[in-house]
């Protein structure tokens, strides 16, 4: 029998869900281009492309000069270390290549993601892709020379020339790695490996989303439905507790079919990394992985301790997400369902600009200027056209400005993503304008850090200046889901993934038996299976082998460690700190100048020690309280 508070609860969102969509909201028009070529697009509502180049017949100019460029580097090659004139000559034309064949690159891919159906920029970006692959091998011979070269030679270089302090990280890095780079011949057999080292992501890949027989059920409404990718990824969130019992449970069985040919694969994978942090003499795969960003793997079992710590927190909000949908018993395939509905509120991107900029002004005068720049200039492609890519991202191009492709359609997750890739665009933006090109790059464990912390402020604004209890109610659970998808459920794939590779480690073999045990056991954990909390079914043993990123060695953790740190530094901006808002925008500054985890230090965010897991854990619990009053205020308006 239902909890009657829920059902009480329930009543109410079905009386009030109807009436949040104002007349005001009713009239609000958001363009529609989707069925329209591009051409007929409004400019307005588009990238101002020309920034990038006037005219294709300026990017085929660009695109020989570059041809020539490359051609000149085995004359500038030659002695390029016998002086420091001389490797100052080798890296900037290296660099200036590089710069320029960065910028030929945005011009033909951002075009051919906006017209997909144009086959003429798929060619030129593939003309891009082909000068890179030559680039790359032309200047295969820098780094043993660089080795060669050492030290106490390049500091006296660097010394006498001072114009090499730009390139002294890069030159460095490749320095500190000399212990782990093998001898020319050896370097080459390992090289080689490469060529076959990426077979079992492929296979993995191929079979997931192509030729893996998937199974047909029948849903509530006598509809059938062939359970593939998408449709898995769209039936999971149904509204009908049976139906996303069964689409669960029928995608994971279905997959288990499978599971001895998947962890073939998977322990091909593991194994494929262990030979190569065997063969560069490190300890271990984490090790090696890590390294050249100098972060400790005690960063890594820091995060996993301090999600442990906090798994309470997160039974928690399922345990409200369960009263929320009025379920006697709350199932992992529960877990992604809405708590509640979507909202009928309409932003138009002019709404959505003012919002954002409102959101985000303590971050100050600076930034607050490069976001006008954004929404005037055109940097944004904004509504989907005939042919688009669906999706949203943000790329920097150095010495033009940052480009953002939206599909915006007026929901407030819209609104969310557009702030999202604003966060990225303004990194891209104030790394540009701070750094040399050769710095101005900055890792994957920064990057997601300037994107999350904009939803961040976001979600604060619209807490303190929403009115609305409902809509806040969602755009809460909206938020919390997505911090649980991208910390809870991110530090549990880095915890199997360690486990896997440790178990390689010690000279085992990963078998489907020990693979669906360990992920049964983590999932287990983590949802509060056996406190009762979420009840975790057998089937879900499987879902280890539709994970792809489980073959990219260690990348799942920066998911969740670029979240925490975003936390730990908006949780001060918000409150307005300006000594933490001044030590953000350094860290938006220092691209790629240094270690990230020295940049995020600068900033006051150790990520070595537990303050910062503990802020952002502690926000996390402190919003589940949030969403508890609002449900207990919405509770008692109904009873009044």
Known sequence: ??????????????????????????????????????????????????????????????????????????????????????????????SAIQMKGARLMAYASHQADTDMGNTRFQAMAGEVRTGFVQLNAKLAFMQPDILALGAERFAAYRKAEPKLDVYRFAVEGILREKDHVLPGEQQRIVALTHLFSGVPASASGMLNNVELPRSEVTLADGGKVRLDQAAYQRLRGSKN?????????????????????????????????????????????????????????????????????????????????????????????????????????????????????????????????????????????????????????????????????????????????????????MHSYFSDRSQPFPTADYTTFLAEIASTFNEHLLMHHLLKSEKDDLFKLYILDNYLDGFRGTLFRQTLFAEFELAMHQRVEQGQTLTADWLNQKYLELTRRYYGHDQGVCQVGDYIQSEWSGIPHFYMNYYVFQYSTGIIASLALSDRVAQGDARARDGYLEVLKAGGSDYPLNILKKAGVDMAGPEPYVIALKRFDRLVGEMEKIVARLRKQKKN
């Open 1 to 94: 029998m239902r909890n009657r508070t829920s059902l009480v609860f329930l009543a109410l969102c079905a009386i009030l869900l109807p009436g949040l969509a104002t007349a005001a909201d009713e009239m609000k028009k958001i363009p529609d281009y989707s069925l329209k070529p591009r051409a007929e697009v409004p400019v307005e509502h588009t990238w101002k492309i020309e920034d990038l180049y006037a005219s294709e017949a300026d990017w085929r100019a660009e695109k020989e000069r570059v041809t020539a460029d490359i051609a000149r580097i085995d004359e500038v090659a030659k002695g390029w270390t016998a002086s420091p004139a001389a490797m100052l000559s080798l890296l900037d034309l290296a």
């Open 241 to 425: 507790a049976a139906d996303r019992s069964l689409v669960m449970t029928s995608f994971w069985e279905n997959q288990k079919r499978f599971e001895n040919t998947l962890a073939i694969l998977v322990d091909g994978a593991m194994k494929q990394h262990f030979f190569s942090a065997q063969a560069h003499r490190y300890p271990d795969c984490l090790s090696a992985r890590l390294f050249g960003e100098d972060i400790s793997p005690d960063v890594y079992q820091q995060l996993i301790r301090q999600v442990h710590a906090f798994l309470p927190a997160l039974q928690r909000y399922l345990a409200l997400k369960q009263k929320m949908l009025g379920l006697e018993t709350f199932r992992y395939e529960d877990v992604y369902a809405q708590a509640v509905q979507a909202i009928e509120k309409t932003y138009t991107f002019d709404e959505a600009r003012r919002l954002i900029t409102a959101a985000l002004k303590p971050l100050g005068p600076d930034y607050a200027a490069g976001l006008r720049r954004a929404f005037d200039e055109r940097w944004m492609d904004l509504y989907p056209n005939q042919g688009k890519e669906s999706g949203a991202y943000s790329g920097g191009v150095y010495g033009v400005h940052p480009y953002i492709k939206l599909n915006y359609n007026g929901d407030y997750d819209a609104v969310a993503t557009t702030a999202h890739e604003l966060g990225h665009a």
